[in-house]
């Protein structure tokens, strides 16, 4: 797989909404939760196995969506997860869940529940990220 290259998967679920110099950020087609997704630009499947350099600029990407979501949405509690047991390109889950989400307590993995967002939504989203996100993102028009 090209490095550069998005999973088939992930593209047919998610809107690309901007790309940085070490990854692209994506959101997940489901409006009933915040849901983005960092995908490194490498063809390693753990995030430990990344050269150094760039798994500091991945983390330090991580943790400044992380702080947006947080934000922006005031989640009760944030996901943070690198499964990828369906799709084995390196991807970080940086999700808001809610105590009154459609599927609290258990993952969101796997529950039937979605609505798809309208494209206002998106990119009011894009925008937001971009502006919280700064330095290093630039967005990804096209959905």
């Known amino acids: 797989m090209n490095p550069f290259e ?21 959101l997940m087609n489901n409006a009933l939760l915040p849901w983005f997704i960092l995908v490194p630009k490498t063809d390693r499947r753990e995030l430990h196995r990344l050269d150094p350099d760039l798994r500091r600029r991945v983390r330090d990407e991580t943790d400044r969506l ?18 990828g047991n369906l799709v084995p390109q390196l991807h970080i889950h940086v999700i808001a869940r809610y105590r009154t989400d ?22 009011r989203l894009r925008e937001c990220a971009l502006a919280s996100l700064g330095e290093g993102f630039a967005p990804r028009p096209g959905i």
């Open 6 to 26: 998005l999973h088939p998967r992930l593209s047919a679920d998610t809107f690309l909404l901007a790309e940085s110099g070490s990854s692209v950020l994506l």
């Open 66 to 83: 992380a702080a947006f979501v947080e934000r922006e949405f005031q989640p009760d509690k944030l996901n943070i997860a690198t499964i």
């Open 102 to 123: 459609h599927c609290w307590p258990a993952p969101v993995w796997g529950a039937p529940q979605r609505s798809d967002y309208e494209t206002p939504e998106v990119e």
